[in-house]
């Protein structure tokens, strides 16, 4: 059948990842519970906030990477906390030189500190100059499909529309424009950001997305390390669905079994 579809990896920047699970590491309680939470998550993929976290960066503090060592995991740094291309940019070319060279990076320009909403025109401007230094950009942009495309025609490896903002836990707000981000997109669609329990980002899955991120729905819950575990399963769930093809809905019900042959 032409409509039946057939798995594949999940690769980045020419690397395969198991996981399509990725997580922050901020708003924990401390280290501990992070470490914690994040291995019960099973993410391989984690993200931090250059601006809010050391890593090296701040000699003598207590380092994530101590608890988040990157031979387990792949650090992406983040450009958290930036307002303007000329921040995301400076922040991006720290994280690379405290961590050795790598180019990963997810880049994240904020209109205001209110919304958290993306500021697409700045985001636009750095996803530019940071393509052309070398960087694989993954871009937090807005559920705009036109902004979705022309972020991936400036070579972000990534598109990463939120579901709803930042830290509000609301799901996916508008489905309709991330269909049409699904059905057009040359490159992974992630979901990141407004993801607020198992359901959200299975839903996400299910939609054909290529992965979540999400750090809230987790750090917030009352049991992080619990719901770790819960995205987790939901994460594998929405992608078997996914490759299964949901039921039709139907106005009504139909008989499970063939009506012809029944004894009368």
Do not use: W
Request: glycine share 8%.
């Amino acid at each position: 059948m032409s409509n039946v579809r057939s798995d594949k990896p999940f690769t980045l920047a020419g690397r395969t990842f198991q996981s399509r699970l990725l997580v922050g590491t901020g708003k924990y309680r401390d280290m501990e519970q992070t470490r914690q939470a994040i291995e019960a998550s099973g993410a391989e993929i984690v993200t931090v906030a250059v601006r809010r976290t050391n890593i090296g960066q701040n000699p003598g503090e207590p380092n994530l990477l101590d608890v988040l060592p990157p031979d387990r995991y792949t650090i992406l740094p983040n450009t958290a906390g930036c307002y303007d291309a000329v921040e995301a940019v400076r922040t991006c070319r720290l994280a690379r030189e405290l961590l050795d060279g790598h180019n990963l990076v997810k880049l994240e320009v904020l209109a205001d500190q209110k919304t958290l909403f993306p500021n697409v025109i700045e985001t636009l401007k750095a996803a530019e100059v940071l393509v052309k230094d070398g960087f694989d950009v993954m871009v937090y942009t807005s559920d705009d499909p036109i902004i979705a495309r022309q972020l991936a025609e400036a070579g972000c490896i990534a598109v990463m529309p939120l579901a709803g903002l930042i830290g509000t836990g609301l799901g996916i707000c508008n489905p309709y424009n991330l269909q049409i981000i699904l059905e057009e997109s040359k490159v992974p669609v992630l979901v990141d950001a407004g993801v607020g329990t198992a359901s959200d980002a299975t839903i996400a899955m299910e939609m054909g997305c290529e992965a979540v991120l999400m750090n809230s729905a987790i750090a917030h819950a009352q049991q992080p390390v619990l719901m770790a575990e819960a995205m987790k399963h939901a994460i594998v769930a929405g992608r078997m669905a996914y490759l299964a093809g949901r039921m039709p809905k139907k106005l009504y019900a139909s008989a499970s079994s063939p009506l012809d042959g029944l004894i009368k």
